[in-house]
């Protein structure tokens, strides 16, 4: 009966070579108990076989067959390989040093293995393992997997299997229609970002376009392009993309002009020069643009012009050829940590969550970074930024950078940074579920404080920000923010936001819904205005691979430099990518 036993576990891992994957590295990767069976060592050596496809399954079968066999000895002394000529000798320690799991494999694999052990309390189990009580994320009874797999009672393995798939799936999107490279490379779901890096830092902008997308048409014409740039990156390290936005207003009231509308092209990459493909990589990454206008006022400053304390779309302006970023960025500490030494934008790291994005989420200032409070977003800012985990879940960041910031005349900055020495400084402490879910499970507190600067024209001042956001049900992103300054030229003094979005799909179509209260900055108008409230939905279609389109509706009440009652945005955003 065991070798037939032993026979179907191997048919079955090789059936799912995911499962596999996990149980021949859930032995080696101890890091949150002391005690392992042999046993357990030895059959994730002989799963390791299977998932790396390495021998006929009859070998696989007598590998498995010899660590049944084996009796059990103190782990210390234990060792992975060895016996098998299909795999190094390798160390707990070396094992130990060499696997990084994601959080959310480690919670798939727990709840795979707790579903084993409620069916195996009633027909038992011969590898029963105490795990230390203080153990911070398994159960204090860790039962084999290979008890599991090989017990009498067969329904355990599609239970492990299906409690597997369930808790793999990524934050904010469907499991049975995880998103994949387009290229073949593997990537992150469009909202699994990593640590410090929000969604307007290149290498996340990079992921999300490789990202396969459930458009609308099942149509990707760059596919060959795209298959040339993803050979480039894999020989030379050099990942590079560009996109083109337009975006354009309408009101229903206004003071003056209606209509407004612009445009921007950008071109960006991440150069991978240091330790590429492993732990600790460092980078360059650079970022240019050109933003146009179409119309005669732009809609970075149609807010004030419709008669609104805000702006519908900050970053569309007619600054004409900019830079952005261009920096060194140095992951450590086994990339739990971040140094980035450069020109910086503020906003890739500052006060973030996963909808803050004007590129490719919420439109208006009030619902992305700073809330509306900040004035002063530097980018292509001279400076530094230091951020890490201190626990984890707990993490911190820290930046300084130049406060006569000109993204025009870039190189300046180190005339301005120097010489004058006026600077922007933030700081950040929060608690999130994990280094992959950094932007979604997350709750901050995030300060700054600013020097005034002639060369930009910024006031001095300070200010702190507060969020939180939380994944519900894999597709709902709920959030509330708030924010509160002291002088610094924002265009409020203080500001509460809530809302949420929903994605059934990664890479498909999303849909956000925001309101806000805001009181304009008395400080900043030289006069006490009304409070305002603003609203705003937009829904983001995924047309094809390369094509987004976002129709947005903005509605203000109480709008503090109009006499009107409300008034309405009607707004529409493209972006086509390259």
Request: charged residues 20%; contains cysteine.
């Amino acid at each position: 009966m065991a070798d037939e036993m032993i026979d179907w576990f191997v048919e079955t891992l090789r059936a799912y070579p995911q499962l596999a994957e996990v149980v021949a590295s859930s032995a080696a990767t101890p890091g949150e108990t002391n005690a392992y069976s042999c046993r357990e060592l030895v059959l994730s050596r002989g799963s390791r076989t299977v998932s790396d496809q390495k021998g006929s399954p009859e070998e696989q079968s007598q590998t498995i067959r010899q660590a049944w066999a084996a009796p059990d000895r103190p782990p210390e002394r234990a060792l992975v390989g060895g016996s098998n000529p299909l795999e190094p000798r390798l160390s707990l320690a070396a094992m130990k040093r060499k696997a990084r799991w994601s959080r959310s494999v480690r919670l798939g694999l727990v709840a795979a293995l707790s579903t084993m052990r409620r069916r195996l309390d009633q027909v038992g189990c011969c590898s029963c393992l105490r795990a230390e009580r203080n153990a911070q994320h398994l159960p204090a009874h860790r039962y084999c997997a290979a008890d599991a797999l090989l017990s009498p009672r067969l329904t355990v393995a599609p239970l492990a299997v299906l409690s597997f798939f369930m808790c793999w799936q990524p934050a904010f999107a469907e499991n049975a229609e995880q998103g994949a490279s387009r290229t073949g490379a593997p990537v992150q779901n469009a909202f699994d970002l990593d640590p410090f890096s929000g969604p307007r830092a290149v290498s996340t902008i990079l992921r999300d376009d490789r990202e396969e997308k459930a458009d609308l048409l099942n149509l990707n014409v760059l596919k060959a392009w795209e298959g040339w740039k993803a050979g480039i990156a894999e020989s030379t390290g050099l990942s590079f993309g560009g996109d083109y936005f337009a975006v354009g207003f309408a009101a229903t009231d206004s003071l003056g002009d209606d209509t407004s509308a612009s445009g921007v092209a950008r071109f960006f990459g991440s150069w991978a020069l240091l330790n590429r493909g492993a732990a600790n990589t460092g980078s360059l990454e650079f970022k240019i643009e050109n933003r146009h206008a179409y119309t005669d006022i732009p809609p970075s400053a149609f807010g004030v012009e419709v008669g609104f304390v805000g702006t519908p779309e900050p970053v569309f302006n007619n600054d004409g050829f900019r830079a952005t970023t261009f920096y060194w960025k140095q992951d450590f500490a086994d990339d739990r940590a971040v140094l980035r030494v450069g020109f910086l934008d503020m906003k890739e790291y500052f006060d973030g969550y996963a909808l803050a994005s004007p590129w490719t989420g919420f439109l208006n200032l009030a619902f992305t970074v700073g809330s509306n409070t900040m004035i002063v977003l530097p980018d292509a800012a001279l400076g530094a930024m230091f951020g890490g985990y201190l626990t984890d879940n707990i993490y911190a960041a820290a930046s300084i950078m130049d406060a006569g910031y000109q993204p025009t005349n870039m190189f300046d900055g180190f005339d301005t940074f120097f010489g004058d020495f006026n600077t922007f400084k933030t700081a950040e402490i929060g608690i999130t579920g994990g280094g992959k879910r950094f932007l979604f499970d997350n709750a901050h507190i995030a300060v700054w404080q600013t020097d005034e600067s002639d060369v930009s024209g910024v006031q001095s001042g300070w200010g702190v920000n507060v969020s939180v956001s939380r994944v519900v049900a894999d597709h709902w992103l709920p959030f509330l923010r708030a924010a509160w300054a002291h002088e610094g030229g924002g265009l409020y003094e203080r500001s509460v936001s809530g809302g949420f979005g929903y994605q059934n799909k990664p890479g498909g179509n999303q849909l956000g819904v925001g309101l806000n209260w805001g009181r304009p900055n008395s400080d900043t108008f030289g006069v006490d205005l009304n409070d305002q409230w603003i609203s705003e939905v937009y829904y983001r279609v995924q047309l094809t691979e390369n094509i987004q389109i976002t129709p947005n509706l903005q509605i203000v009440v109480n709008p503090a430099l109009n006499p009107a009652d409300a008034l309405a945005l009607f707004g529409l955003r493209a972006r086509v990518t390259f």
